[in-house]
């Protein structure tokens, strides 16, 4: 039987995902792309979830029951061996659907094994050998590193930008571009171009003074709308300038994995956390923590911690970031997720955490000018 | 993000506000001599998940006026009757310089009376403590849905922190056993203070507290132990819960509808002394207007704002609001995958605001 593949509504991620199945020459007529979630996603996925499941679990099934009613019997997305429960998602969403009556394979990658992901990756692409694999990996994560820049790029230009829906714009015109260009050369040119057209595109307001909040916790949560209720655009409307602190370049970064020299974004911040949690314990906990202290040094001013509710990593971070709030003095705000779409307290505790870190921030200056905000001094990466 | 979406995009959210920097510099700075006028007084409306307060202060922040009365589930009408007795108390006659909203329903309130700011209730709620008391270090704050903590240091708000995922240790935990209990919450206090032996009961959950309640009931705990072992509970949630790895030191202000529960305070008390955060009772102060501090404190911020600008003009609706037909209208926008839930709000027959769209297309 002919397989029809889909793929997770990952946030903006999402194009990672098309990107990778594009670059390893799925044909176009045999993915099945997945539509926005919405609360229906959610519900139809929490019906044939177990209660005490994650909600990023309950909607990623949604979407792939949905997905599969309109014809997909191959599911591709990230799993394995974590140590979270994660790592059951495929298996367990392939007795569920089985249940269901479908016959769907699974084909879940994980950047604890390279090597089992490169096989998956093959397994997945159109009878591709290893060396085509490879190459295709090669572009995958030239392209990873140009939606990480985009997505930060956003999420700093939208906060100060004068026209309202100026930045979207731009983004979409260079979404839409970096999927017309499959040249490794010329997409790693075009990502040189990327903060200049943003710069030149999009008008900011020199006189604004944002706050610069840091965005913690578990990936999916941080990443799908749906789930953080769109968090980014409430923090920018408030007028603040934030960032993810999460990427799928885990799994897409061989060369920062191979080369000795580099190291990988995600052991920055566990390195920052081991005073606190000394080993890895699973998801992004021991991350949310690192890249609170992170950031602390590098001059932001708060944090939001986002987590679906139960999730096991997140929960230990949580137990120590009061004292690690404590020790450096950097404000962290806990929000816990679920299938709740009641808005209000959300927005009411994002409110008062920016008028507290505005107040903070204006005392700790104790008078002194404010200093100019550029792209150049926001990016860390 | 760009979502696949074909709506117009415009500003994604209805107005919002946080801090200018005007009022950052004030709170950061000394008290700024205010020009007095005495003829000025500004009205501020919290409308909360269970009660609604409306203050009118005097440009010397002081109360001259309070109602506060239960919301019930019906902002509106509420917002109506909180007007229509004070307009029975002050007169018809009586001039408003400028109108604060605020509380979890402050977007809405802010339409209805026409308000110059609407702001959240976290910062309305510190500002109110710290004009009252500027001495205090800690906020406890123990509403309807929602229990805070703010730790202040030097008079200025440091960290605060909300409860997270249900409501557990609120108000509306009390008011459930309340009912359930078939006791008026206004006695509930009272009854726990006449007990000496606080009966177990657990305060994670109200289904758990229930069952627990239920048990004791049966086995012949009288009422008024079971009620302190509730407040113990109550006290121990929030402690664990909201108040967990903060550093709570005295003076401590209790506000928020919780803190009328003379047994929850006693309960406060004897717990905080136990742990050592805290030696003397005196140490936790609730306010004299506990029911209405996050009133005094959005007219605060109104009176700040309007002092600052003395060219801005109310936009206060006026006292007839109770005769305007407001009303709600809900619907589901199919214009996307997202279904945003769409809120209506008509004033007679005109629209007046829509909200609830995340692409703004629906925004009046």
Not at chain 1, 223 to 240: A, F, I, M, S
Request: hydrophobic fraction near 35%.
């Amino acid at each position: 039987m002919e397989s029809h593949i889909t793929y997770p509504h990952f946030g903006p991620l999402t194009l990672l995902f098309k990107a990778i199945l594009q670059e390893l020459e799925v044909p176009e007529e045999r993915i099945v792309n997945p539509s926005t979630p919405n609360k229906r996603t959610l519900a139809l996925g929490s019906e044939h979830s177990p209660e005490w499941m994650c909600t990023p679990f309950k909607l990623s099934l949604g979407s792939q029951i949905e997905c599969i009613e309109r014809g997909a019997n191959h599911v591709f997305q990230i799993g394995g061996i974590g140590t979270c429960r994660a790592s059951c998602y495929g298996p367990l969403q392939r007795v569920i659907t089985e249940d269901l009556g479908y016959e769907v394979k699974f084909t879940n990658i994980d950047y604890h094994l390279p090597f089992d992901m490169m096989r998956d990756l093959q397994s997945v692409s159109n009878n591709f050998n290893i060396w085509q694999t490879l190459k295709a990996l090669r572009k995958i994560w030239v392209k990873n590193y140009s939606l990480d820049l985009t997505e930060h790029l956003i999420n700093f230009y939208r906060g100060m930008e004068i026209e309202k829906g100026e930045t979207d714009r731009v983004a979409k015109e260079i979404y839409d571009k970096l999927f017309s260009i499959h040249k490794v050369k010329e997409v790693k040119k075009y990502h040189k171009q990327i903060p200049e057209i943003f710069k030149e595109e999009v008008q900011i307001d020199e006189e604004a003074d944002p706050l610069k909040i840091g965005i913690i916790g578990e990936i999916y949560v941080v990443l799908e709308p749906l789930l953080h209720l769109d968090l980014y655009r409430r923090l920018n409307n408030l007028g603040v300038i934030c960032r993810n602190t999460v990427s799928l370049k885990k799994f897409t970064d061989l060369p920062a994995k191979l080369n000795p020299f580099v190291k990988e974004y995600y052991k920055i911040y566990r390195e920052k956390a081991r005073p606190y949690i000394e080993q890895y314990c699973g998801g992004d906990g021991q991350e949310s923590v690192g890249a609170t202290i992170l950031l602390r040094e590098l001059g932001w001013d708060g944090m939001v911690h986002i987590w679906p509710f139960s999730c096991m990593p997140e929960l230990s971070a949580q137990s120590v970031i009061p004292s690690v709030t404590n020790d450096i003095g950097m404000p962290v705000l806990p929000l816990i997720v679920d299938e709740q779409t009641g808005e209000t307290g959300f927005q009411t505790r994002l409110e008062a955490f920016i008028d507290m870190l505005k107040i903070k921030r204006e005392n700790e200056r104790n008078g002194k000018p404010q200093e100019k905000i550029s792209w150049e001094t926001f990016n860390y990466d | 993000m760009t979502e696949n979406c074909d709506c117009p995009k415009k500003e994604g959210m209805t107005s919002i506000e946080t801090l200018s920097k005007e009022e950052i510099l004030e709170s950061t700075q000394e008290e700024i001599a205010l020009e007095v006028s005495s003829d000025k007084y500004y009205l501020g409306v919290d409308v909360g998940s269970i009660s609604t307060n409306l203050a009118i202060i005097d440009s010397q922040k002081n109360l001259v006026e309070s109602v506060y009365i239960r919301t019930e589930g019906r902002p509106i009408q509420s917002i109506q009757q909180g007007i229509t007795l004070l307009k029975e108390i002050v007169g018809e006659n009586f001039q408003i310089s400028g109108v604060g909203a605020t509380g979890s329903a402050r977007q809405l309130t802010g339409l209805v009376v026409g308000a110059d700011v609407v702001r959240n209730e976290i910062t309305a709620h510190s500002l109110a403590s710290l004009n009252e008391n500027s001495e205090i270090q800690t906020i406890i704050e123990i509403g309807g849905q929602d229990s805070k903590i703010i730790i202040i240091r030097n008079g200025l708000p440091v960290d605060f922190a909300m409860n997270t995922v249900c409501a557990a240790g609120t108000g509306s935990f009390l008011d459930q056993q309340a009912n359930r209990l078939e006791i008026p919450i206004e006695e509930f206090g009272d009854l726990a203070l006449k007990s000496n032996n606080a009966v177990a009961i657990a305060g994670r959950c109200t289904v758990f507290a229930e069952s627990d309640m239920i048990h004791k009931q049966q086995l012949g705990h009288s009422e008024e132990d079971i009620i302190r072992g509730l407040s113990e509970a109550l006290v121990r949630n929030y402690l664990n819960n909201v108040g967990k790895g903060k550093e709570i030191t005295g003076p401590i202000m209790f506000q928020g509808g919780v803190a009328a529960n003379v047994g929850i305070r006693d309960a406060l008390r004897r717990s905080l002394i136990k742990q050592n955060k805290i030696k003397h009772e005196d140490d936790i102060i609730v306010p004299e207007h506990y029911d209405v501090m996050g009133a005094i404190g959005v007219a605060i911020l109104v009176m700040n704002k309007i002092v600052k600008n003395p060219e801005i003009k109310t936009k206060f609706v006026g006292w007839q609001i109770p005769d305007i037909n407001y009303q709600t209208k809900g619907f589901e926008c199919k214009g996307c995958p997202n279904i945003c839930e769409i809120i209506e709000v008509l004033m007679g027959e005109k629209v007046i605001a829509r909200w609830g769209s995340k692409c703004g297309k629906w925004d009046v």
